[in-house]
């Protein structure tokens, strides 16, 4: 097996300075590093993480808390696992789960444990118990998400009040007279995660600016059933004189249902009604028909996060004139919306 020795015998420098290249922990000559590395490479040294871990006291692990929880939306999730893991392995770390019904005490248990040296939360409630918990940990901790009190901890996630204008103002400037969001299940709004709140007051404070009728809608659940049964009550006082009507659904499990549901109905979007969804640009362009959407922009949020949680985590500077950080949705139009007259 290759060893350090060997390579620091091959660049012609001693084994501290192999691992000061390594670890980054020092300032090293470009011309010396490039020995180091040539050896490296020539050598195939793949350092004992192990062993590099126990070296420098961190265990190379970020704890990702990820939203597990019955009827979560895992087709979503899953882009901000795979860019964590993947932002994370470019750090030279490995990422562990762990599941949000564990509460404070997972969060405990991962700090304290020495599991992991800075953890990712997710799925935040509006009042999360757990944000206390996080602030008083002796690991940097970041949310993907902004709960009422961050406690001072950093936060990034989708500028979701803007989402939900942005959808309002489009259905507006293509002279939409009535607006209905189709909006979230009921287990979800009673969980009250904090971006559903966020949403709802963009859409409506939209709509009274606009002077569009505007009303809100919960399906009792994200099935076709759950679907049809929104519609209904959307579409219940829709008059054939009542003007152009706009469906806005943020919830991404339920575009297809409800999409699907007003076609059975011999209701066309983009032809006798507009739909606007809050979803992936993966999810509204293999929709049927493709739906118009605004981004959830889930791998740049994961992207951003993880850049300022390894900025913290090797203690150089961030940005101190605010801890939130919002990404801008993009609005996409497709087949789903009406021209403007």
């Known amino acids: ?19 000061y290249v390594m670890s980054g922990r020092r300032s090293i000559s470009p011309e010396t590093r490039r020995r180091v590395e040539e050896a490296i490479e020539t050598l195939g040294f793949q350092p004992n993480a192990g062993a590099r871990a126990l070296a420098s006291q961190r265990s190379q692990v970020i704890g990702l808390v990820v939203p597990f929880a019955p009827g979560a939306d895992m087709t979503g999730v899953l882009p ?7 932002c994370a392995r470019e750090e030279d770390h490995n990422v562990i789960l762990a599941t949000e019904d564990e509460g404070a005490e997972g969060l405990t248990r991962l700090s304290d444990q020495s ?4 953890i990712v939360l997710m799925e935040v409630g509006s009042k999360d118990p757990r944000i206390p918990v996080a602030a008083g940990l002796s690991v940097p901790v970041i949310l993907i998400g902004v709960p009422d009190d961050p406690a001072g901890l950093y936060c990034v996630d989708l500028d979701y009040t803007l989402a939900g204008r942005m959808a309002v103002d489009e259905l507006a ?11 979230y299940p009921r287990d979800v709004l009673a969980r009250d995660v904090n971006f559903v709140r966020r949403f709802l007051r963009g859409a409506e404070d939209a709509a009274a600016a606009h002077g569009i009728a505007y009303a809100e809608v919960s399906p009792p659940d994200t099935s076709r059933a759950g679907a049809e049964a929104a519609l ?41 009604l507009s739909v ?11 929709s049927t028909p493709p739906v118009t959407n605004l981004s959830l922009e889930p791998r740049d949020v994961s992207r951003r996060a993880m850049r300022i949680l390894f900025r ?3 203690r150089e500077s961030v940005p101190t004139t605010s801890t939130v950080e919002l990404v801008t949705p993009r609005l996409t139009l497709r087949q789903t919306s009406l021209s403007a007259r």
């Open 173 to 183: 400037a293509s002279a939409h007279d009535r607006v209905v969001l189709l909006g």
């Open 276 to 286: 606007i969804g809050l979803c992936t640009d993966r999810t509204a362009e293999t």
């Open 80 to 86: 901000f696992i795979e860019t964590i893991t993947k």
């Open 312 to 314: 913290l985590l090797n």
């Open 115 to 118: 599991l992991c040296d800075a």
């Open 232 to 272: 209904d009550e959307a579409l219940a006082e829709q008059g054939p004189g009542d003007g152009r009507l706009g469906l806005v659904i943020p919830d991404p499990q339920l575009i297809q249902p409800t999409l699907q549901s007003l076609l059975d109905r011999g209701l066309v979007p983009g032809r006798d």
């Open 1 to 19: 097996m290759v060893t350090s020795r060997d390579v620091a015998r091959l660049a012609g420098v001693s084994q501290s300075t192999v691992s």
